[in-house]
């Protein structure tokens, strides 16, 4: 099996070099539970498999977004990412849509993962949809955008009013900001999944990244 | 105990004649799991009690509402209620709004047991989220409106909404309209308790009873 | 307020005649809760604003769909639902793949959903993970589908085999089939939200039509 | 958008400033994941922009607390709340009642809340259901309130007792207050919403200040 | 083994008729799910074994009962329970005390077990929290007993109320009286987990069977 | 209110001094989110109030109960309780049995409030049902007691072998010892709340003290 | 695909014939929410694919039941379940224990499956944890048994008790069978998933199926 | 008691030594909560009572891991598990096979514990169902297994579609690794529970060394 030239053994992981082929996207590093060094490791391989483009992690701790700037790096400290290589060309808009200052970490994974995987993005923040005016006032940006990223926590009302304005794909999610009878974002994940707009899917809560790389396929199947 | 004039043994229950001096508002008759006889002669008992103002019984079958009719009261089968006894003088407005047709019961029993209670009624039906422009079209109503009880199924997102909008007291229903991940009602109470809109207090689910109890008393509060 | 043309007020509900403007897709009747008589009634009204395609009512009652189909719509009782206007041209092409026969009733109505919202339709049924043939054998359809739609309960794993294999667009659809610790589609549901393939959302339990809404509208967007 | 007169942009965050005028409440910071400058910053445009009323900040951290009163806040220890500028006038009363000693941060909270809306307070501590003589004691303060915010946590019963004393509008809130199957206020919470006594309605758990703004605009709308 | 004297093979069931010997209580047949014909044979060859104390059968269908009753016993419909052979002697006071009329059958099915389990009995009916003077107004029955069963719906918070008032032991038993968040009596069972009056302890929701059970071992361990 | 001889006002609490003459035993010092000082004053003015029997504070940190050993009381440290003041003669045995060493604390506590209320104590650990020779080995002991109070994390499965073992009242005490789908004792909580057993009643998640005072004032009824 | 020898496509159903060549065992008929007409045409032809070995079908109607014994099957009505052809040879022994009369259908359900798949069953019932007697009266077959399926609801204590008394593979099904907080069969899900004795596993909730397959698995792989 | 050879008091403990004889395996430490000198202590007296066979302590601190190393046992820091006593020879294969690499810990707990037991292990690493060629490419490995635990974490997927390729038993152990709607393993361990592939049981989440236990068992049964 060390023979298969899909597979790279690092001994502590065995990389995905062949994702790109079946799926377009290449492998990302999940940081979450991974040394510094082996998220410099892995994200070395991927670059070296894949130079032309873009490689990423996410969910990096502050000594891991430390040794990727180390290493040559990009690094987001919102998002907290880094991407190797350089960024692909931008085709398509999707705007990443947020409801409150608390969900920009979550807002921010999916802008960047948006670019790396090859879409133009456009951020639009804070328009919770108790202060009306604040989202009717950036309905131009929603009418131009390809496809939507809506992020929202507490009650995840923001997807079912927005996706009541527009037609094109809308992926929502869910935040883990709130308290309580939150509990840990379950209240707008089933809210989200709840939603009475058609044409709303959901990811897992906090996950900017799979929304991302959800909408960025979108756009790649419309180029 | 039996000679307490606070309450009236009827062998099958206690019923609280009491209760108006108290706290301003009749006993009523919660009909589920009772008899139409049993629904029928607590109705009576409240209404020899309270001749000077309606009483009521809610959460009827089909066969109770029957009875209740055949006994003089004015039944109102959307809502599955019946009053006995004349309808007290409209002080203030309290709008009812409802965001999908399925949420009618809900805010029927929402709007007689407000009128039961001395509120005047403004019945805003059929405006939910997902389609902004039919809740944006009322908004004179709801400026018009006291205090105003919202009642949603599925996300539940309708309270959030109409509570940026207004600054007028708020009591919120969720319903047990939808399916799947609604959990019968949880998903909307859960959104409603995370309402970054403030000023937003929540009943049980499909309790369009207790929230206009809670409508009538601060209407009341302002005579 | 009946003065506002995008809103038929037929009295037992506000029809929502704008929505294709807005949105670019015409409302749907959700026909759960409904009478077949409104069924009908709306489903006409929808029709008579959109004579040129095909409208569409979902989640019918034996008694619904009878009185469809004698008011001259096509009905679908697998999918439990009936659509009234011609079909539009097919665009594209929406594989729906489901796990097992029981999970037929949600495929059906994903499958109808994306005709009538203008795209083309594989439907790959039958190809649980539990027999990886079966789902191998149906590699190359997987291939050619320009969106995916899987539908699975149970454990709800299909979705995270097929989008390691494939790099468009998937919207997973976990079903309630199951018991005991199934919990309604839970299981299947909470599965496809931690789904470890990217590029994966998720819709209601049992919600086939709102895959197929967002994966037409996927479609469209590549026109 | 930048223009809007509505919002101001802070960079970090854009300022409903605009909530005073349609709802009648001016937006209130919430602390919570705001560094101390965040805060301070906030608050001070808020300020700005009414300088003849308090405004207001909560959930602060103990850096935030010290930044707010360097910058000339008043600062409320307990409820981990400050204010700048002047208290508006109190009119009417509303009673914060908590059960026990725990309790305390939610109801200080809630009273502060009050008095920045406009309400006039009177504080009940201490008065849980298992020693009824404390809270019959105290049954003049409560007729003499016009509008009741009860708070308790572990099996939250307050609520219901005091409802069934008094008939002037009852805002409940749960708090976190417990160990075990109190499962972070679930039990208060689901009590809360159970209660037999008509006229309550519930807000988040440990949600003081939603409840306190609810009760001052119950006690605004009779003004 | 079907020589073992301590249990009586019926084919479809074996009984324990050792019980009585090893915990000074005779089985109890438990019926749900169990035909007439099984019910009437269980409970005779209990009479058998303790032909000079009642034995005794709960959770009966209509049928079991009429069959229980063909058969010689004694039904109490209102418990859905059947007793068969003489009572024994009345030793101590339970007093079972319920908040509601829709809680009367578990209130019911405890009094019958008790009184079959040698205790003798006061029934307190309807003194729900929310009219306090109800519970007030039978102080001197709870002060007279010498254990408590305290049986509630909804909120649950009888037995907290009750267990601040007395000192002797009390046994609450939640039952599924309620609606929405209710869950199925969840709501009670935590809230009478929860309770901040020391002393109580919960059985299952609508166990009035066991709670009696333990009420008539305290007062047996008083003889 | 401040003139109430049943209430002692300590500013930061009002104790309740009334208790033991209502209910027979002195209020306890609830230590969990108290200061060190706090827990020491409250205690000395139940001290004060009973000086001629223990009175007792549980949940303490290790601050508290040093500050309590400084302050005259006797500590407890694996139950992290305190006491000051004589202990009452012991009447009757109360065997406090467990299932597991990690489940000791709860036990201690358990062991120490039921001696503070005036029962007599056999302390039996570390008998879990997965190695019954070890249950078996004590049945002279269990039959020796007149009160059980069994302690059991993980399935939660002692009461159940245990209760039908004897026939005096047992007292099942669910700790939070597991770990995964234990959910924090909610495994052992529902376990025990369905114990097939017949006479057992259930507390809170880890609550040693609210079954031991349960358990002595059961003792106390057969003085 | 049709042409795939390895899939037979009945129309409503493709079955997987290959599936005893892969795994040992035939596929098996799950028969909920199957026509009578589907269940016996699937069996049929899973038979003439198996002709020297008895095919099943479980979970079915009374009317497929019928209809399954009209087609020459062999019915079991306790278990609910047809088999078609020869039972294999036994090789050793599966002990199907259980806990209660309630639990027989899911008992008969393992023990048919036991046999189909080639084990030897000693089917013990009726040795609840209550009456250790009767457990203790039957440990030869305990100890006679190469495996054991351990079937219980309520508590789902009896796995960890005889997990403890025995040395071989245990696998532990937890039964919807009890009320209230049993939340249907969920508390003996826990409690068997935390069993402190090591070794056991646990299948889906009613699931004797499952149990069975595997233990006669675990069987055949000591041939 | 202290009598019994069947355990070893050690004051804080008493130890099992006779579970060998009982159930063919000696005692675990397990090590949660318990001192390094408890760990030591007992993992000397297992192996003074077992000397010619490993014994085990489990999830074990750094500071216990370095106690155990000190006192002469071999210690595997990723397993967090320690070994005193010669290893048995190895009889058979488990082979233990792990979706990702943060599973590793779960797997590495399962492995030692399958060897210490008696069975010869092969780990299978990094093989998750989203890239179905690392999971076909060690196909050979599975067939040549006795027995199969397989770990997962986020949708748990794994079990099912290793299910569906082999026909020996295998044991599906969920972990907790995962984010969000994964419930801390709560998803995995229902899709698990789930499984459409026949012939799967579940142990608790992250728990390798009950499920290895049960695959040594197996493997012993066939020897």
């Known amino acids: 099996m060390t023979d298969d030239p899909r597979t790279e053994d690092l001994g502590f992981a065995r990389v995905d070099v062949d994702r790109a082929t079946r799926t377009g996207d290449a492998e990302v590093v999940y940081g979450a539970g991974k040394t510094p060094a082996q998220v410099v490791s892995i994200l070395r391989t991927l670059h070296e498999h894949h130079p032309d483009r873009a490689v990423m992690a996410t969910r990096l701790s502050d000594e891991a977004l430390h040794a990727a700037e180390a290493a040559g790096a990009e690094v987001d400290r919102v998002a907290r990412a880094a991407t190797l290589g350089p960024m692909p060309t931008a085709r398509g808009t999707v705007a990443v849509v947020s409801a409150g200052t608390s969900d920009a970490p979550v807002a ?53 009013v927005v996706g009541g304005l527009v037609g094109v794909p809308l992926v929502a999610v869910p935040t883990s900001v709130g308290y309580g009878a939150s509990f840990g974002g379950l209240a707008a994940l089933l809210a989200m999944l709840n939603s009475c707009a058609p044409g709303i899917a959901v990811v897992n809560i906090d996950n900017g990244f799979g929304a991302a790389v959800l909408a960025a396929r979108i756009l790649r199947s419309r180029a």
Do not use: Q
């Open 108 to 160: 921010a994974e999916a802008a960047l993962t948006a670019r790396v995987h090859g879409a133009g993005v456009d951020v639009v923040t804070d328009v919770g949809v108790a202060g009306l005016h604040r989202l009717l006032g950036v309905r131009d940006r929603l009418d131009r955008a390809d496809c939507l990223v809506v992020v929202a926590g507490m009650e995840g009302a923001l997807p079912s």
